[in-house]
């Protein structure tokens, strides 16, 4: 899809994305997200060290409170929060070093 000269991938409903690989240290990702239509219960997930065990780090980008977390056999648990409103149809930036 084209948006205002971007190449964007458009998706309804939760989409996840992995990015990365579990060898990898010492790499920064950047990924821009627009939220357009969403449910309050929907959110866009970037996963980034995903191993064969199930392990991984996240930012999840809903509405509302961005956060990056991980998440280690089943269990979830936020890392860092961001007090934020995500516009509907604004472009935000996140940045994962």
């Not at 970037?46 to 991984?56: A, E, F, N, Q, Y």
């Not at 149809?89 to 070093?97: E, L, N």
């Amino acid at each position: 899809m084209d948006d205002d000269g971007n190449k964007v991938l458009s998706l309804k409903g939760t989409l996840w994305t992995r990015v990365g690989d579990p060898d990898w240290t010492d790499y920064t990702l950047t990924v821009r997200v627009k939220l357009v239509n969403v449910h309050e219960e929907e959110d866009a997930r970037i996963s980034v060290r995903l191993g064969d065990d199930g392990k991984r780090y996240f930012v999840s980008v809903p509405q509302q409170d961005p956060a990056f977390a991980n998440q280690n056999r089943g269990e979830f648990s936020n890392m860092a929060k961001v007090d934020l409103v995500c516009g509907d149809g604004a472009w935000y930036v996140f940045k994962i070093v």
